[in-house]
């Protein structure tokens, strides 16, 4: 019993971050100010504070302003269940303040990430405010996690997120900008820094994958407006997200099958 309300407790503060990230995803692009949700998106009349509850709020609302009935985009509670799920998830096993840390550094890149995949995919821009903040993040997660520590593996990271910019950045540059960002060039800088040369190369190999899979079933499905306007930072944060959480494993797998 005790276990389960620690669980929600820990579900409910994720939730109420995935509701600040909200803000965040729709607020840094516009470069607005960040400064709480407390009015309507749409009549800019006050919120009352029992509308602001993440998840529930929406759904007692179905969906809808209390005020001008306008409808709300499911964006806001597919965030904050995430979110939270990700906390439980993450927080599962850390008793120790060592860890504790360590738990709320990943939390940290978590939530950068969610943020550059959501507003990329709705506004097709990365805030350099969140890749700034992924960055330090992943700086201070190095400096932080004893067995990674040192000048000297700092300087293999930031070599490291160098090599693994490099074939987003030749991308960037031949394309003029068509097929890639910079804002993608910079976030692949990071995952390269932030997981280590192999791990990001395998991280990318798998944001072009799940791109090309995601591109077929566009056209497939002869859905131009989606082929058109698919943008690659929502696919390097899922590479970087599944080599975060399963890295180790898949990197031995690869040793494995190609035997170096
Ligand atoms: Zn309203």
């Known amino acids: 019993m005790e276990k389960i309300l ?35 998106d749409f009549c800019g009349k006050k919120l009352n504070w029992y509308d602001l509850f ?45 860890s504790l840390t360590r738990s709320v550094l990943i939390l940290s ?10 507003s990329d995919l709705k506004y097709h821009l990365i805030s350099d405010y969140i890749l700034l903040a992924l960055f330090v993040f992943s700086l201070l997660s190095k400096i932080v996690i004893p067995a990674e520590a040192g ?3 700092i300087g293999l990271n930031v070599l490291s997120g160098l090599i693994v910019a490099l074939p987003i950045f030749l991308i960037y540059h031949i394309s003029k900008e068509r097929a890639m960002g910079l804002g993608d060039v910079y976030l692949s800088a990071i995952m390269g820094f932030l997981l280590g040369w192999q791990k990001g190369f395998i991280a990318l190999y798998i944001s072009f994958v799940t791109g090309a899979i995601f591109g077929l079933i566009a056209i497939i499905f002869k ?17 970087t997200v599944v080599m975060l959480f399963w890295g180790e494993k898949i990197t031995e797998m690869i040793k494995k099958i190609y035997e170096f």
Do not use: W
Not at 17 to 28: A, C, E, K, Q, Y
Not at 62 to 72: A, D, N, P, S, V
Not at 223 to 239: D, R
């Open 6 to 40: 620690i669980k929600l407790f820990v579900f409910v503060i994720g939730a109420s971050t995935g509701s600040f990230l909200n803000v965040l995803i729709d607020r840094l692009p516009k470069e607005e100010s960040i400064n709480g949700r407390s009015h309507c």
């Open 54 to 98: 993440p998840v529930l709020s929406f759904f007692i609302l179905k969906g809808r302003t209390r005020c001008c009935k306008k409808k709300l985009s499911f964006q806001y509670p597919i965030v904050e269940m995430i979110t939270g799920g990700i906390y439980v998830l993450v927080f599962k096993d850390s008793p120790y303040i060592e």
């Open 109 to 118: 890149i978590l939530s950068s990430l969610i943020i550059i995949f959501i």
């Open 151 to 153: 000048i000297q593996a």
């Open 223 to 239: 859905n131009k407006k989606l082929k058109s306007k698919i943008a690659f930072g929502p696919f390097l944060v899922i590479g």
